[in-house]
């Protein structure tokens, strides 16, 4: 069942200096308890598609588009509405959780800010939910890390502190923003761990965005890739990386490093070229100046998203699988 569904969503900012389109035309569905990855470089509209859903952007953000949670209309809901889906039904986790937490206030204080405004609880009901939430993503002696600050952990306990946040109020939606990011693969692996122990239990959806394939593969239920603010291509994991189609998808999975029994066999592949200026809206495939697939048409036309295989829905004109990738 759709629990969330977004479509044509657009995203303009209007600068001194221009437009900027961030996103554009992107539709996505996300199912009750799955884990949808968002994958791309940095740029390319992840962060900036959710953060418009929530209501998140400066004023000098154009949003158009449609995004209906249960059944709701969020890009046309009133500030109050959304003031009441935020943190309490839809819950994100930020990048970066040494600058999203506050460094002047105990994280005991930071999380039972959430309960005491969502769900009205008192300040020792709130205390004693924050120990819970605590143990629930595993930080050690919970009743002494509530007292402590930010600073005083470490990036992986910062980190799970945020989840703990986020999930304070049993959302029905968590959208986690690079939560591996800086973390060395020991405390990925746990953040991981802990994030599927989340969706069983409680259930949540949830929205990994990320531009580490190897943690997609991990988790995730289906994948989107994102390219210069459009979806590029869109699949189940594990159709995903069995039979990538569009260039930009092979080009990723080519620059991940796998072992072989030759240094050439271990050698990284990588995208030639450039990322796009944002400030025109294509004309022609966004790809198409770094894409060895690339032909006339690609050049002088967008390419519509179209089905290739059950549930695998690819916008180019040439997809298929890379042959050195597949060797």
Request: proline share 10%; charged share 25%; with cysteine.
């Given at each position: 069942m759709s629990l969330l569904e977004v479509e044509d969503l657009s995203v303009r900012f209007d600068t001194d200096d221009g437009s900027v389109h961030a996103v554009d035309g992107?539709?996505?569905?996300?199912?009750?308890?799955?884990?949808?990855?968002?994958?791309?470089?940095?740029?390319c509209g992840k962060s900036v598609s959710f953060m418009a859903l929530l209501g998140l952007l400066p004023e000098t953000a154009v949003v158009t588009g449609r995004a209906t949670f249960a059944g709701r209309e969020?890009?046309?809901?009133?500030?109050?509405?959304?003031?009441?889906?935020?943190?309490?039904?839809i819950a994100i986790v930020f990048q970066e959780p040494m600058t999203s937490l506050n460094p002047s206030f105990k994280i005991g204080s930071q999380i039972g800010e959430v309960l005491r405004r969502h769900l009205g609880l008192s300040n020792r009901a709130a205390r004693a939910r924050t120990i819970e939430l605590l143990q629930l993503?595993?930080?050690?002696?919970?009743?002494?890390?509530?007292?402590?600050?930010?600073?005083?952990?470490?990036?992986?306990?910062?980190?799970?502190?945020?989840?703990?946040?986020?999930?304070?109020?049993?959302?029905?939606?968590?959208?986690?923003?690079?939560?591996?990011?800086?973390?060395?693969?020991?405390?990925?692996?746990?953040?991981?761990d802990l994030m599927r122990d989340i969706r069983e239990r409680l259930g949540t959806a949830i929205v990994l965005i990320t531009h580490n394939l190897g943690v997609v593969a991990d988790i995730a239920d289906r994948v989107i890739v994102m390219y210069a603010g459009r979806k590029a291509e869109?699949?189940?994991?594990?159709?995903?990386?069995?039979?990538?189609?569009?260039?930009?998808?092979?080009?990723?999975?080519?620059?991940?490093?796998?072992?072989?029994?030759?240094?050439?066999r271990r050698r990284l592949l990588e995208i030639p070229g450039r990322v796009p200026s944002l400030s025109e809206p294509p004309v022609a495939c966004a790809f198409a100046p770094r894409c060895p697939r690339a032909d006339e048409l690609s050049r002088t036309a967008v390419p519509d998203l179209r089905e290739v295989r059950?549930?695998?829905f690819v916008a180019c004109f040439h997809p298929g699988p890379d042959e050195n990738l597949a060797a």
């Open positions: 992107l539709s996505l569905v996300l199912r009750e308890g799955e884990v949808l990855g968002v994958v791309g470089e940095s740029g969020l890009l046309g809901a009133s500030s109050s509405e959304l003031r009441r889906i935020r943190g309490r039904e993503v595993r930080i050690p002696a919970p009743e002494r890390r509530i007292d402590e600050y930010p600073h005083q952990l470490s990036g992986g306990m910062r980190q799970r502190v945020m989840i703990a946040m986020a999930l304070a109020c049993d959302p029905k939606i968590l959208v986690a923003d690079e939560p591996t990011t800086a973390l060395d693969v020991t405390i990925q692996a746990g953040i991981l869109e699949a189940p994991v594990h159709e995903l990386f069995a039979s990538p189609q569009h260039p930009y998808t092979n080009g990723l999975l080519g620059a991940v490093p796998r072992p072989g029994p030759t240094l050439e059950p549930e695998h």
